[in-house]
Protein backbone atom coordinates (compact mmCIF):
# COMPACT_ATOMS: atom_id res chain seq x y z
CA UNK A 1 0.00 0.00 0.00
CA UNK A 2 2.80 2.57 0.83
CA UNK A 3 6.56 1.69 0.49
CA UNK A 4 9.14 2.87 2.40
CA UNK A 5 12.09 4.73 1.40
CA UNK A 6 15.25 2.69 1.14
CA UNK A 7 18.45 3.70 3.25
CA UNK A 8 17.05 4.78 6.39
CA UNK A 9 18.67 4.60 9.40
CA UNK A 10 15.69 2.71 11.86
CA UNK A 11 17.05 4.26 14.84
CA UNK A 12 13.57 3.54 17.02
CA UNK A 13 12.41 0.42 18.17
CA UNK A 14 8.27 0.59 18.64
CA UNK A 15 6.05 -2.46 19.48
CA UNK A 16 2.70 -2.77 17.51
CA UNK A 17 0.00 -5.21 18.86
CA UNK A 18 3.28 -7.30 20.77
CA UNK A 19 5.40 -7.28 17.56
CA UNK A 20 8.61 -4.78 17.73
CA UNK A 21 9.64 -2.94 14.72
CA UNK A 22 12.76 -0.85 13.82
CA UNK A 23 11.15 2.30 12.58
CA UNK A 24 13.05 5.78 11.30
CA UNK A 25 13.07 8.79 13.69
CA UNK A 26 10.81 12.03 12.88
CA UNK A 27 7.91 10.23 11.94
CA UNK A 28 4.33 10.19 13.25
CA UNK A 29 2.99 6.55 14.54
CA UNK A 30 0.94 6.45 12.13
CA UNK A 31 3.24 7.07 9.43
CA UNK A 32 5.31 4.49 10.61
CA UNK A 33 2.68 1.71 10.95
CA UNK A 34 2.03 2.32 7.22
CA UNK A 35 5.28 1.93 6.33
CA UNK A 36 5.46 -1.02 7.70
CA UNK A 37 2.49 -2.22 5.82
CA UNK A 38 -0.90 -1.34 8.21
CA UNK A 39 -3.48 0.34 6.83
CA UNK A 40 -6.09 -0.56 9.24
CA UNK A 41 -5.43 1.05 12.63
CA UNK A 42 -8.87 0.17 14.52
CA UNK A 43 -12.51 -0.55 14.38
CA UNK A 44 -15.70 1.59 14.22
CA UNK A 45 -16.85 1.82 18.09
CA UNK A 46 -20.24 2.06 15.91
CA UNK A 47 -20.38 -0.51 13.54
CA UNK A 48 -17.21 -2.06 14.23
CA UNK A 49 -16.14 -1.77 10.65
CA UNK A 50 -12.23 -1.33 9.87
CA UNK A 51 -11.09 2.14 9.83
CA UNK A 52 -7.75 3.91 8.67
CA UNK A 53 -6.14 6.96 9.02
CA UNK A 54 -7.74 9.29 6.20
CA UNK A 55 -6.40 13.31 6.57
CA UNK A 56 -2.92 12.63 8.30
CA UNK A 57 -3.42 16.08 9.87
CA UNK A 58 -5.25 15.66 12.62
CA UNK A 59 -8.87 16.09 11.57
CA UNK A 60 -10.53 13.44 11.01
CA UNK A 61 -9.63 11.27 14.53
CA UNK A 62 -9.59 8.17 12.53
CA UNK A 63 -5.98 6.97 13.59
CA UNK A 64 -7.21 6.53 17.09
CA UNK A 65 -4.74 3.91 18.92
CA UNK A 66 -3.73 3.23 22.34
CA UNK A 67 -0.21 4.66 22.93
CA UNK A 68 1.59 3.79 26.49
CA UNK A 69 -1.51 2.58 27.81
CA UNK A 70 -3.43 6.16 27.04
CA UNK A 71 -6.65 5.54 24.38
CA UNK A 72 -7.50 7.57 21.98
CA UNK A 73 -4.25 8.96 20.78
CA UNK A 74 -4.40 10.56 17.33
CA UNK A 75 -1.45 8.54 15.98
CA UNK A 76 -1.02 10.63 12.73
CA UNK A 77 -0.18 13.44 15.38
CA UNK A 78 2.63 11.87 17.35
CA UNK A 79 5.83 11.18 16.91
CA UNK A 80 7.64 7.51 17.33
CA UNK A 81 9.62 7.74 20.16
CA UNK A 82 11.87 4.74 21.32
CA UNK A 83 10.36 1.89 23.64
CA UNK A 84 6.80 3.23 22.20
CA UNK A 85 3.94 0.54 23.06
CA UNK A 86 0.82 0.73 20.70
CA UNK A 87 -2.00 -1.00 20.66
CA UNK A 88 -5.45 -1.25 18.60
CA UNK A 89 -8.62 -0.46 20.74
CA UNK A 90 -10.81 -2.64 21.34
CA UNK A 91 -14.26 -3.28 19.61
CA UNK A 92 -17.21 -2.25 21.01
CA UNK A 93 -18.48 -5.10 23.58
CA UNK A 94 -15.28 -6.45 23.72
CA UNK A 95 -13.84 -6.32 27.75
CA UNK A 96 -9.88 -6.46 28.61
CA UNK B 1 -2.15 32.46 39.58
CA UNK B 2 -0.16 34.92 37.27
CA UNK B 3 -0.55 33.40 33.56
CA UNK B 4 2.52 34.25 31.44
CA UNK B 5 1.42 37.31 29.05
CA UNK B 6 2.51 37.43 25.47
CA UNK B 7 1.81 40.83 23.12
CA UNK B 8 1.15 38.72 20.40
CA UNK B 9 -0.16 34.82 20.02
CA UNK B 10 0.05 33.38 17.19
CA UNK B 11 -1.86 29.55 16.21
CA UNK B 12 -0.77 27.83 13.28
CA UNK B 13 3.27 28.01 12.24
CA UNK B 14 2.46 27.59 8.37
CA UNK B 15 3.43 30.23 6.04
CA UNK B 16 0.76 32.68 7.65
CA UNK B 17 1.95 32.03 10.89
CA UNK B 18 5.45 32.47 10.24
CA UNK B 19 5.03 35.45 8.27
CA UNK B 20 3.22 37.16 10.80
CA UNK B 21 5.93 36.03 13.43
CA UNK B 22 8.86 37.45 11.71
CA UNK B 23 6.79 40.84 10.95
CA UNK B 24 6.09 41.38 14.80
CA UNK B 25 9.58 40.80 15.95
CA UNK B 26 10.80 43.36 14.22
CA UNK B 27 8.48 45.84 15.73
CA UNK B 28 9.78 44.47 18.85
CA UNK B 29 6.67 42.57 19.78
CA UNK B 30 6.40 39.51 22.08
CA UNK B 31 5.45 36.42 20.34
CA UNK B 32 4.50 33.11 21.01
CA UNK B 33 3.94 30.74 18.40
CA UNK B 34 1.76 27.79 19.18
CA UNK B 35 1.59 24.67 16.48
CA UNK B 36 -0.01 21.64 16.44
CA UNK B 37 2.55 19.90 14.08
CA UNK B 38 5.76 18.43 15.49
CA UNK B 39 7.60 21.09 12.90
CA UNK B 40 7.27 24.34 10.86
CA UNK B 41 5.68 25.06 7.57
CA UNK B 42 2.05 24.00 8.11
CA UNK B 43 0.78 21.06 5.82
CA UNK B 44 1.85 22.73 2.41
CA UNK B 45 5.61 23.28 3.59
CA UNK B 46 5.42 20.17 5.47
CA UNK B 47 8.67 19.17 7.29
CA UNK B 48 10.77 21.84 5.36
CA UNK B 49 13.30 21.63 7.38
CA UNK B 50 14.53 18.56 7.24
CA UNK B 51 13.57 17.63 3.55
CA UNK B 52 15.95 21.05 3.14
CA UNK B 53 19.06 19.35 5.25
CA UNK B 54 18.08 15.26 4.50
CA UNK B 55 16.79 14.79 1.65
CA UNK B 56 18.33 17.47 -1.04
CA UNK B 57 17.25 15.86 -4.11
CA UNK B 58 13.61 15.25 -3.23
CA UNK B 59 13.44 19.27 -1.70
CA UNK B 60 15.33 20.13 -4.79
CA UNK B 61 12.13 18.88 -7.26
CA UNK B 62 9.46 20.27 -4.98
CA UNK B 63 9.54 23.74 -6.76
CA UNK B 64 11.20 27.23 -6.17
CA UNK B 65 8.91 28.26 -3.87
CA UNK B 66 9.85 25.44 -1.09
CA UNK B 67 13.38 27.74 -1.46
CA UNK B 68 11.31 30.61 -0.26
CA UNK B 69 9.16 28.72 2.39
CA UNK B 70 12.95 27.69 3.57
CA UNK B 71 14.34 30.88 3.90
CA UNK B 72 11.10 32.38 5.46
CA UNK B 73 11.06 29.66 8.07
CA UNK B 74 14.87 30.25 8.93
CA UNK B 75 13.81 34.20 9.29
CA UNK B 76 11.21 32.94 11.57
CA UNK B 77 13.61 31.00 13.52
CA UNK B 78 15.89 33.48 14.09
CA UNK B 79 13.35 36.01 15.08
CA UNK B 80 13.24 35.81 18.79
CA UNK B 81 9.50 34.33 18.90
CA UNK B 82 8.64 31.72 21.06
CA UNK B 83 7.81 28.96 19.13
CA UNK B 84 6.19 25.44 21.06
CA UNK B 85 5.43 22.70 18.34
CA UNK B 86 2.91 19.90 19.29
CA UNK B 87 0.66 22.24 21.20
CA UNK B 88 -3.02 22.16 20.55
CA UNK B 89 -5.19 24.49 21.53
CA UNK B 90 -8.27 23.53 23.32
CA UNK B 91 -10.32 26.68 24.23
CA UNK B 92 -9.90 30.49 23.70
CA UNK B 93 -11.69 33.04 26.52
CA UNK B 94 -13.37 36.06 25.59
CA UNK B 95 -10.59 38.05 27.40
CA UNK B 96 -7.94 36.25 24.93
CA UNK B 97 -6.97 33.62 27.85
CA UNK B 98 -5.75 30.43 25.74
CA UNK B 99 -5.53 26.53 26.60
CA UNK B 100 -3.14 24.71 25.22
CA UNK B 101 -2.10 20.73 25.63
CA UNK B 102 1.02 18.89 24.13
CA UNK B 103 0.16 16.25 21.95
CA UNK B 104 1.89 13.65 24.38
CA UNK B 105 -0.18 14.60 27.18
CA UNK B 106 1.09 16.10 29.93
CA UNK B 107 -1.10 18.66 31.77
CA UNK B 108 -3.14 21.47 30.52
CA UNK B 109 -1.23 25.28 30.20
CA UNK B 110 -2.27 28.52 30.17
CA UNK B 111 -1.51 32.17 29.02
CA UNK B 112 -2.44 35.20 28.21
CA UNK B 113 -2.50 37.41 24.59
CA UNK B 114 -3.14 41.43 23.73
CA UNK B 115 -4.30 40.20 20.56
CA UNK B 116 -4.42 36.66 18.66
CA UNK B 117 -3.81 35.30 15.37
CA UNK B 118 -5.39 32.64 13.69
CA UNK B 119 -3.15 30.82 11.21
CA UNK B 120 -4.72 27.43 11.33
CA UNK B 121 -4.85 26.96 7.50
CA UNK B 122 -6.85 24.94 5.99
CA UNK B 123 -8.34 21.10 5.86
CA UNK B 124 -9.60 18.81 2.80
CA UNK B 125 -13.39 19.16 2.04
CA UNK B 126 -14.81 15.95 2.87
CA UNK B 127 -17.30 14.67 -0.02
CA UNK B 128 -19.19 11.22 1.62
CA UNK B 129 -19.87 8.46 -1.15
CA UNK B 130 -20.72 4.84 -0.38
CA UNK B 131 -17.48 3.31 1.02
CA UNK B 132 -15.57 6.60 2.09
CA UNK B 133 -14.75 4.83 5.13
CA UNK B 134 -12.88 1.62 3.98
CA UNK B 135 -9.25 1.79 4.94
CA UNK B 136 -7.17 2.67 1.17
CA UNK B 137 -9.41 5.51 0.97
CA UNK B 138 -7.42 8.70 1.80
CA UNK B 139 -7.70 12.26 1.40
CA UNK B 140 -4.94 12.96 -1.21
CA UNK B 141 -3.62 15.23 1.13
CA UNK B 142 -2.61 12.34 3.03
CA UNK B 143 -0.56 10.94 0.63
CA UNK B 144 1.18 13.99 0.12
CA UNK B 145 1.65 14.11 3.98
CA UNK B 146 3.23 10.74 4.35
CA UNK B 147 5.99 11.16 1.46
CA UNK B 148 7.04 15.00 2.62
CA UNK B 149 7.30 13.88 6.57
CA UNK B 150 7.92 9.87 5.74
CA UNK B 151 9.28 9.46 2.40
CA UNK B 152 6.40 6.90 2.14
CA UNK B 153 4.91 6.73 -1.59
CA UNK B 154 1.89 4.62 -2.77
CA UNK B 155 2.13 1.83 -4.51
CA UNK B 156 -0.22 -1.00 -6.08
CA UNK B 157 -3.65 0.07 -8.34
CA UNK B 158 -3.87 3.99 -7.18
CA UNK B 159 -6.64 5.66 -8.18
CA UNK B 160 -7.52 9.43 -7.91
CA UNK B 161 -11.00 11.45 -7.58
CA UNK B 162 -11.44 14.89 -7.29
CA UNK B 163 -10.99 18.26 -9.23
CA UNK B 164 -9.05 21.39 -8.64
CA UNK B 165 -5.07 22.44 -8.54
CA UNK B 166 -4.08 20.89 -5.61
CA UNK B 167 -5.22 16.82 -6.61
CA UNK B 168 -3.36 17.74 -10.24
CA UNK B 169 -0.51 19.05 -8.06
CA UNK B 170 0.19 16.27 -5.97
CA UNK B 171 -0.36 13.77 -8.81
CA UNK B 172 2.56 15.55 -10.98
CA UNK B 173 4.50 15.14 -7.53
CA UNK B 174 3.67 11.42 -7.09
CA UNK B 175 4.82 10.48 -10.94
CA UNK B 176 7.89 12.44 -10.07
CA UNK B 177 8.56 10.24 -7.65
CA UNK B 178 8.08 7.23 -10.14
CA UNK B 179 4.74 6.08 -8.94
CA UNK B 180 2.59 4.58 -11.29
CA UNK B 181 -0.95 5.84 -11.30
CA UNK B 182 -3.60 3.83 -12.76
CA UNK B 183 -6.68 6.00 -13.45
CA UNK B 184 -7.09 10.14 -12.80
CA UNK B 185 -11.05 10.62 -12.67
CA UNK B 186 -12.28 13.82 -12.52
CA UNK B 187 -15.48 15.10 -11.10
CA UNK B 188 -15.54 18.76 -12.64
CA UNK B 189 -18.48 19.59 -14.40
CA UNK B 190 -17.75 20.21 -17.91
CA UNK B 191 -19.62 23.40 -18.18
CA UNK B 192 -17.28 25.41 -15.70
CA UNK B 193 -14.22 25.90 -17.64
CA UNK B 194 -17.08 28.24 -20.07
CA UNK B 195 -18.50 30.17 -16.80
CA UNK B 196 -15.26 30.62 -15.46
CA UNK B 197 -13.55 32.31 -19.49
CA UNK B 198 -15.13 35.70 -17.90
CA UNK B 199 -12.82 35.49 -15.02
CA UNK B 200 -9.70 34.28 -17.40
CA UNK B 201 -8.86 37.71 -18.57
CA UNK B 202 -8.16 38.73 -14.88
CA UNK B 203 -6.18 36.04 -13.93
CA UNK B 204 -4.23 36.21 -17.10
CA UNK B 205 -2.03 38.74 -14.63
CA UNK B 206 -1.55 35.64 -12.80
CA UNK B 207 -0.10 33.64 -15.80
CA UNK B 208 2.57 32.10 -13.88
CA UNK B 209 -0.63 30.01 -12.49
CA UNK B 210 -1.50 29.74 -15.17
CA UNK B 211 1.39 28.06 -16.76
CA UNK B 212 1.73 25.98 -14.05
CA UNK B 213 -1.62 24.85 -14.18
CA UNK B 214 -1.14 24.00 -18.30
CA UNK B 215 2.19 21.98 -17.58
CA UNK B 216 1.04 19.59 -14.87
CA UNK B 217 -2.34 19.19 -17.04
CA UNK B 218 -0.11 17.92 -19.99
CA UNK B 219 2.04 15.72 -17.58
CA UNK B 220 -1.14 14.02 -16.08
CA UNK B 221 -2.90 13.77 -19.39
CA UNK B 222 0.38 11.98 -21.11
CA UNK B 223 1.78 9.78 -18.05
CA UNK B 224 0.03 6.74 -19.50
CA UNK B 225 -2.79 6.76 -16.25
CA UNK B 226 -6.22 6.58 -18.07
CA UNK B 227 -7.87 9.45 -17.59
CA UNK B 228 -11.56 9.77 -16.82
CA UNK B 229 -13.66 13.41 -17.13
CA UNK B 230 -17.25 14.05 -16.28
CA UNK B 231 -17.58 11.50 -13.28
CA UNK B 232 -20.23 12.01 -11.20
CA UNK B 233 -20.77 8.71 -9.24
CA UNK B 234 -18.37 6.77 -7.07
CA UNK B 235 -18.28 3.71 -5.07
CA UNK B 236 -15.67 2.19 -2.68
CA UNK B 237 -15.79 -1.42 -2.25
CA UNK B 238 -13.90 -4.79 -0.63
CA UNK B 239 -13.73 -6.65 2.22
CA UNK B 240 -12.14 -4.91 5.12
CA UNK B 241 -10.22 -2.59 2.89
CA UNK B 242 -10.66 -0.77 -0.66
CA UNK B 243 -10.12 -3.60 -3.39
CA UNK B 244 -12.35 -1.69 -6.31
CA UNK B 245 -13.93 1.14 -7.37
CA UNK B 246 -16.82 1.42 -9.21
CA UNK B 247 -17.66 5.10 -11.02
CA UNK B 248 -20.24 6.42 -13.10
CA UNK B 249 -19.88 9.25 -16.14
CA UNK B 250 -23.46 11.06 -16.10
CA UNK B 251 -26.14 8.95 -17.00
CA UNK B 252 -23.48 5.98 -18.63
CA UNK B 253 -23.52 2.50 -17.65
CA UNK B 254 -21.58 1.82 -14.60
CA UNK B 255 -17.47 0.96 -14.69
CA UNK B 256 -15.44 -0.98 -12.30
CA UNK B 257 -11.56 -0.39 -12.01
CA UNK B 258 -9.45 -2.28 -8.93
CA UNK B 259 -7.68 -0.25 -6.42
CA UNK B 260 -5.75 -0.83 -3.72
CA UNK B 261 -5.93 3.10 -2.67
CA UNK B 262 -8.43 5.71 -3.60
CA UNK B 263 -7.24 9.65 -3.41
CA UNK B 264 -9.33 12.06 -2.84
CA UNK B 265 -9.53 15.63 -3.29
CA UNK B 266 -12.35 18.38 -3.74
CA UNK B 267 -10.71 21.48 -2.75
CA UNK B 268 -9.56 22.63 0.50
CA UNK B 269 -12.12 24.75 2.98
CA UNK B 270 -10.58 27.04 5.67
CA UNK B 271 -10.36 25.36 9.26
CA UNK B 272 -12.83 27.48 11.33
CA UNK B 273 -12.99 25.10 14.94
CA UNK B 274 -11.21 28.37 16.64
CA UNK B 275 -12.85 30.97 15.44
CA UNK B 276 -16.39 29.39 15.48
CA UNK B 277 -15.65 28.57 19.50
CA UNK B 278 -14.93 32.08 19.73
CA UNK B 279 -17.74 33.57 18.49
CA UNK B 280 -16.39 35.10 15.72
CA UNK B 281 -18.90 36.55 12.71
CA UNK B 282 -18.76 33.70 10.10
CA UNK B 283 -20.36 34.03 6.38
CA UNK B 284 -20.98 31.71 3.52
CA UNK B 285 -18.59 32.10 0.76
CA UNK B 286 -21.23 30.89 -2.25
CA UNK B 287 -18.60 30.08 -5.48
CA UNK B 288 -16.70 27.91 -3.12
CA UNK B 289 -19.54 26.72 -0.56
CA UNK B 290 -17.65 26.97 2.71
CA UNK B 291 -18.33 29.53 5.71
CA UNK B 292 -15.13 31.86 6.26
CA UNK B 293 -15.10 34.22 9.06
CA UNK B 294 -15.57 38.01 8.64
CA UNK B 295 -12.67 39.90 7.78
CA UNK B 296 -11.18 43.07 6.80
CA UNK B 297 -8.09 44.08 5.16
CA UNK B 298 -6.29 43.32 8.01
CA UNK B 299 -7.46 40.14 8.88
CA UNK B 300 -9.34 41.44 12.02
CA UNK B 301 -12.51 39.26 12.83
CA UNK B 302 -15.50 40.75 14.55
CA UNK B 303 -13.88 40.19 17.74
CA UNK B 304 -11.56 42.95 19.00
CA UNK B 305 -8.38 41.64 19.07
CA UNK B 306 -8.82 38.55 17.08
CA UNK B 307 -7.73 38.18 13.84
CA UNK B 308 -6.95 35.38 11.03
CA UNK B 309 -4.17 35.17 8.21
CA UNK B 310 -3.76 32.60 5.72
CA UNK B 311 -5.96 29.98 4.27
CA UNK B 312 -8.22 29.96 7.26
CA UNK B 313 -9.58 33.27 6.31
CA UNK B 314 -10.66 32.69 2.46
CA UNK B 315 -8.54 29.75 0.92
CA UNK B 316 -6.16 31.96 -1.88
CA UNK B 317 -3.10 29.66 -1.03
CA UNK B 318 0.25 30.04 0.23
CA UNK B 319 1.63 33.39 -0.95
CA UNK B 320 -0.84 35.38 -0.11
CA UNK B 321 -1.17 33.78 3.43
CA UNK B 322 2.68 35.32 4.00
CA UNK B 323 1.09 38.58 2.90
CA UNK B 324 -1.87 38.13 4.94
CA UNK B 325 0.11 37.30 8.17
CA UNK B 326 2.54 40.21 7.65
CA UNK B 327 -0.93 42.39 7.22
CA UNK B 328 -2.29 41.02 10.48
CA UNK B 329 0.99 41.62 12.01
CA UNK B 330 1.14 45.22 11.24
CA UNK B 331 -1.76 46.15 12.43
CA UNK B 332 -0.98 44.13 15.89
CA UNK B 333 2.28 46.35 15.89
CA UNK B 334 0.09 49.90 15.41
CA UNK B 335 -2.66 48.55 17.93
CA UNK B 336 -0.11 47.94 20.21
CA UNK B 337 1.79 50.93 19.80
CA UNK B 338 4.67 49.83 18.26
CA UNK B 339 4.37 52.02 14.85
CA UNK B 340 1.52 54.79 14.21
CA UNK B 341 -1.03 54.90 11.20
CA UNK B 342 1.03 56.47 9.17
CA UNK B 343 4.04 54.14 9.53
CA UNK B 344 1.70 51.07 8.97
CA UNK B 345 0.27 52.78 5.88
CA UNK B 346 3.38 52.64 4.34
CA UNK B 347 4.43 49.65 5.15
CA UNK B 348 1.35 47.90 4.32
CA UNK B 349 1.28 49.19 0.93
CA UNK B 350 3.90 47.19 -1.28
CA UNK B 351 2.04 44.26 0.69
CA UNK B 352 -1.29 45.17 -0.78
CA UNK B 353 -0.20 46.21 -4.07
CA UNK B 354 1.40 42.33 -4.13
CA UNK B 355 -1.60 40.78 -2.89
CA UNK B 356 -3.30 42.14 -5.48
CA UNK B 357 -1.57 40.74 -8.15
CA UNK B 358 -1.38 37.56 -6.22
CA UNK B 359 -5.08 37.39 -5.73
CA UNK B 360 -6.02 37.97 -9.98
CA UNK B 361 -6.23 34.24 -10.51
CA UNK B 362 -8.68 33.33 -7.07
CA UNK B 363 -12.20 34.00 -9.23
CA UNK B 364 -11.08 31.98 -11.84
CA UNK B 365 -10.21 28.99 -9.90
CA UNK B 366 -12.86 29.20 -7.88
CA UNK B 367 -15.18 29.34 -10.58
CA UNK B 368 -13.60 26.40 -12.21
CA UNK B 369 -13.42 23.99 -9.49
CA UNK B 370 -17.15 24.48 -8.32
CA UNK B 371 -17.63 22.08 -5.25
CA UNK B 372 -20.94 21.06 -6.76
CA UNK B 373 -24.08 18.17 -6.80
CA UNK B 374 -23.90 15.39 -6.67
CA UNK B 375 -20.72 15.28 -4.59
CA UNK B 376 -21.97 18.00 -2.08
CA UNK B 377 -25.18 15.73 -1.05
CA UNK B 378 -24.80 12.03 -1.59
CA UNK B 379 -27.18 10.71 -4.40
CA UNK B 380 -27.24 6.86 -2.36
CA UNK B 381 -28.90 7.46 0.59
CA UNK B 382 -27.13 4.63 3.11
CA UNK B 383 -23.90 6.87 2.76
CA UNK B 384 -22.38 7.20 5.84
CA UNK B 385 -21.90 11.34 6.47
CA UNK B 386 -20.65 11.24 10.12
CA UNK B 387 -17.63 9.07 10.37
CA UNK B 388 -17.40 8.98 13.67
CA UNK B 389 -21.01 7.94 14.90
CA UNK B 390 -22.05 6.42 11.56
CA UNK B 391 -24.80 8.43 10.35
CA UNK B 392 -26.44 8.31 6.96
CA UNK B 393 -28.16 10.83 4.91
CA UNK B 394 -31.51 8.90 5.08
CA UNK B 395 -31.12 9.47 8.97
CA UNK B 396 -30.31 13.34 8.62
CA UNK B 397 -33.12 13.70 6.18
CA UNK B 398 -35.42 12.14 8.30
CA UNK B 399 -34.89 14.31 11.09
CA UNK B 400 -35.40 17.27 8.86
CA UNK B 401 -38.77 15.73 8.24
CA UNK B 402 -39.40 15.51 12.06
CA UNK B 403 -38.95 19.30 11.86
CA UNK B 404 -35.13 19.78 12.99
CA UNK B 405 -34.24 22.57 10.28
CA UNK B 406 -30.53 23.23 11.54
CA UNK B 407 -27.48 21.17 12.26
CA UNK B 408 -27.33 22.00 16.19
CA UNK B 409 -31.42 20.38 15.74
CA UNK B 410 -30.21 17.13 13.58
CA UNK B 411 -27.53 16.86 16.03
CA UNK B 412 -29.39 15.36 19.15
CA UNK B 413 -31.20 13.47 17.01
CA UNK B 414 -28.88 11.24 15.18
CA UNK B 415 -25.33 12.05 16.90
CA UNK B 416 -23.83 13.30 13.94
CA UNK B 417 -20.97 15.91 14.57
CA UNK B 418 -21.10 14.32 18.19
CA UNK B 419 -18.16 12.23 18.01
CA UNK B 420 -14.40 12.61 18.42
CA UNK B 421 -13.92 15.02 14.90
CA UNK B 422 -16.70 17.05 16.52
CA UNK B 423 -18.27 17.78 12.94
CA UNK B 424 -14.95 18.32 11.12
CA UNK B 425 -15.28 16.30 8.57
CA UNK B 426 -19.23 16.32 8.44
CA UNK B 427 -20.62 19.61 9.11
CA UNK B 428 -20.63 21.32 5.68
CA UNK B 429 -22.22 17.86 4.18
CA UNK B 430 -24.93 18.21 7.64
CA UNK B 431 -26.05 21.78 6.25
CA UNK B 432 -25.55 20.95 2.74
CA UNK B 433 -28.00 18.45 3.30
CA UNK B 434 -30.46 20.48 5.74
CA UNK B 435 -30.71 22.80 3.03
CA UNK B 436 -31.05 19.84 0.27
CA UNK B 437 -33.70 18.96 1.93
CA UNK B 438 -35.52 22.40 2.95
CA UNK B 439 -34.51 23.39 -0.70
CA UNK B 440 -32.75 26.67 0.82
CA UNK B 441 -29.12 27.62 0.90
CA UNK B 442 -26.87 26.44 3.56
CA UNK B 443 -26.23 29.93 4.76
CA UNK B 444 -29.93 29.74 6.07
CA UNK B 445 -29.28 27.01 8.02
CA UNK B 446 -26.08 27.31 9.61
CA UNK B 447 -23.91 25.46 11.10
CA UNK B 448 -22.68 23.91 14.42
CA UNK B 449 -22.40 25.61 17.23
CA UNK B 450 -18.47 24.98 18.43
CA UNK B 451 -17.56 24.67 21.61
CA UNK B 452 -15.28 24.13 24.03
CA UNK B 453 -12.91 21.83 24.32
CA UNK B 454 -12.27 22.29 20.99
CA UNK B 455 -9.48 19.05 21.49
CA UNK B 456 -10.29 16.04 23.41
CA UNK B 457 -8.35 17.16 27.21
CA UNK B 458 -8.22 14.31 29.59
CA UNK B 459 -9.39 15.38 33.31
CA UNK B 460 -5.46 14.33 34.07
CA UNK B 461 -4.43 17.08 31.30
CA UNK B 462 -7.19 19.54 33.11
CA UNK B 463 -5.84 18.95 36.58
CA UNK B 464 -2.43 18.30 35.99
CA UNK B 465 -2.54 15.21 37.84
CA UNK B 466 -0.92 12.02 36.20
Redesign the interface.
Known sequence: MFQPPPNVAKTIQITFEGKTYQVAPGQTVAAALMGEGYLTLRNSVVSGETRAAFCMMGICFDCLLEINGQPNQQSCMIQVRDGMNIQRQLKKGECA | MSLPQYDYVIIGAGPAGMAAAVEARQHGLNVLVLD???AVGG?IYR?IE?LEGQRRDEFEKLGADYQEAFELAQRFRASGAEYRP?R?IWQIDPDLTLYHIG???GPSETCHAQRILIATGA??R?MPFPGW???????C??AD??YK????????EIVLLGSGPLLLLIACRLLDAGVKIAAYLDTNPHLAPFQALPYLPKALRGHEYLRKGIAMLWQMFTSGAKVHLGVTGLEAEGE??LQKVRFQQGSSTWKELPA??LLLHHGVVP?VQITRQLGCEHTWYEKQRYWEPVLDQWGNTSIENVAVAGDSGRVCGSANSVLTGQLAALETARALGKIDLAQQTALAAPLLKKQDQELAIRPFLDTLFPPRHPWLVPKNEETLVC????VRVREIRDAVRLGALSPDRVKPMVRCGM???QA??CGLTVAEIIADERQVSPADVGYFRVRSPIK?V?LGQLTGVE
Open positions: EQPQNDGSQDGMEPTLPGVLATAVLSSGLLPRGGHDLNRCEEGPCRMPT
